[in-house]
């Protein structure tokens, strides 16, 4: 029987990486194209805040257990936040085996790249998640544990204005973004950078048996805390 090359998946796997006050985040997105007339939808299919101090080591070999293994194995990316903790802890990734897309996150207006690092407005990212959520092209599965901290954090994300008339989006005092921002750079790299191609089958995996997958990743990968 002919494969059907105009049904394929990708996976974005978004990393927002933590500072002191902030856990790491981490998203599983799949990028699904279910056929060459139709419009590409976004499954989030795995959610994760690590424990508060976790090291950046021990973040890219999580990572790097996460990606290394079917149905992530050479068929994803990973787009990581680099803002503020600079051109080291990407070094750090790379030696984890890991290919970061770096993105830089601003409070400007426009995005630019540079040799593969991107500095992209914070505006950019949350609209991305926005335009997928009012189309209905972003689905996050109701059983995936994280899912309802992701929505909390959606709920408290407030638009303000600065007084140079520059728009900025952040959560509300004493909440995070860390999944928000894991998920919208999955997202915004999908929407900006992945090109439409016949590619992997589509994997036809109801919730339940790729949360069965994340989980048989997640064992002996790292210790939780």
């Not at 002919?2 to 006050?21: E, H, I, N, T, W």
Request: glycine share 8%; aromatic share 6%.
């Amino acid at each position: 029987m002919m494969q059907d090359l105009s049904r394929y998946s990708v996976f974005l796997v978004g990393l927002d990486l933590g500072k002191a006050q902030d856990p790491t985040a981490v998203a599983v997105v799949e990028y699904r194209v279910e056929g060459d007339d139709k419009p590409t939808f976004y499954h989030v299919r795995h959610l994760e805040q690590l424990p508060l101090g976790t090291t950046y080591p021990d973040i890219g070999r999580r990572v790097r257990g996460l990606m290394g293994r079917p149905p992530l194995k050479d068929n994803a990316y990973l787009v990581a936040d680099a803002t503020g903790v600079g051109a080291p802890v990407i070094d750090l990734l790379y030696e984890c085996d890991l290919y970061p897309i770096p993105v830089t996150i601003t409070g400007g207006d426009e995005e630019s790249s540079d040799k593969g690092h991107h500095r992209v407005p914070k505006r950019d990212l949350v609209s991305a998640v926005q335009v997928l959520l009012q189309t209905r092209r972003l689905k996050v599965a109701d059983a995936l544990p994280e899912g309802r901290t992701l929505e909390k954090e959606l709920h408290t994300f407030e638009l303000k204005v600065t007084a140079t008339a520059h728009d900025t989006y952040n959560a509300r005092v004493g909440a995070h973004d860390d999944l928000v921002l894991a998920v919208a750079l999955a997202c915004w790299y999908g929407e900006r950078h992945v090109y439409r191609f016949h590619g992997p089958p589509v994997l036809d995996l109801p919730q339940t048996e790729m949360g069965a997958l994340i989980d048989a990743m997640n064992r002996d990968i790292m210790p939780r805390g």
